[in-house]
């Protein structure tokens, strides 16, 4: 395991689609965060998972965003009825939970919708 | 609310040139991270600075803690097209999970 793995790198999908996103966290590592990230922008918190249970999910985050990590391991993200607006890259990162602890992303995962 | 303001938020230089990237707030940070980002691939971790008025350096890069924890810098000696990229810094504050992000800054450095 050497590092934060996210599955598809791409996604081109029409509007109205479902998509869905996996992530693989370093496996010693109880965190994980999923972000937005649009061109030139720094990322976006959109959920947080502490081992199985999401215990923070920004406000900006729709009803159609649902993310779930259900072992406590690899995690998943569900865009319903994608919207033009929804394309960016989507980053998953996770940390071993230390006070200060450190995130380490994986390559993303960039959507678009047509 | 807590901030990270990044500036400047584009800096396009000659190689061999020497160049700073600010990041600041307000707040006071318990950490504060440095990242790079090249195009289509996430954040990589440059260095986490945790104490103030703390100086670490990565062969040509030094990144420094204010005194206060409310800002730090990244210093570059000598760019080179390599260290083209997205610089972001994000600040650990009054959660212990959630990281405060700057904007970004872009640095081109042109051979």
């Known amino acids: 395991d050497t590092g934060v793995s996210q599955d598809p790198r791409h996604k081109i999908t029409k509007r109205g689609q479902n998509v869905t996103f996996r992530c693989d966290p370093i496996?010693?590592?109880?965190?994980l965060y999923w972000y937005r990230q649009t061109l030139g922008q720094g990322p976006e918190f959109l959920t947080y998972?502490?081992?199985?249970?999401?215990?923070?999910k920004s406000r900006l985050l729709s009803d159609r965003f649902s993310a779930e990590r259900p072992k406590g391991s690899f995690s998943t993200l569900e865009i319903q009825r994608t919207e033009q607006g929804d394309s960016a890259m989507y980053l998953c990162?996770?940390?071993?939970?230390?006070?200060?602890?450190?995130?380490?992303f994986g390559p993303g995962t960039r959507l678009t919708v047509l | 609310t807590q901030l990270l303001e990044q500036s400047p938020q584009f800096l396009s230089i000659q190689e061999g040139e020497n160049l700073t990237v600010y990041c600041n707030s307000s707040?006071?940070?318990?950490?504060l991270q440095w990242y790079r980002q090249e195009p289509g691939e996430g954040p990589v971790l440059l260095v986490t600075?945790?104490?103030g008025g703390e100086v670490k350096k990565l062969k040509r890069l030094t990144f420094q803690f204010g005194d206060a924890r409310k800002d730090s810098s990244l210093h570059i000696t000598a760019a080179q097209p390599g260290d083209t990229g997205l610089y972001l810094c994000?600040?650990?504050?009054?959660?212990?999970?959630?990281?405060?992000w700057g904007a970004g800054t872009k640095l081109i450095i042109k051979p």
């Open positions: 990162a996770s940390s071993s939970g230390r006070q200060d602890s450190e995130q380490f």
């Open positions: 998972f502490q081992n199985e249970a999401q215990l923070e």
């Open positions: 600075v945790v104490t």
């Open positions: 994000a600040g650990a504050g009054d959660s212990n999970y959630q990281l405060i």
């Open positions: 496996s010693e590592h109880n965190r």
């Open positions: 707040s006071v940070f318990s950490s």
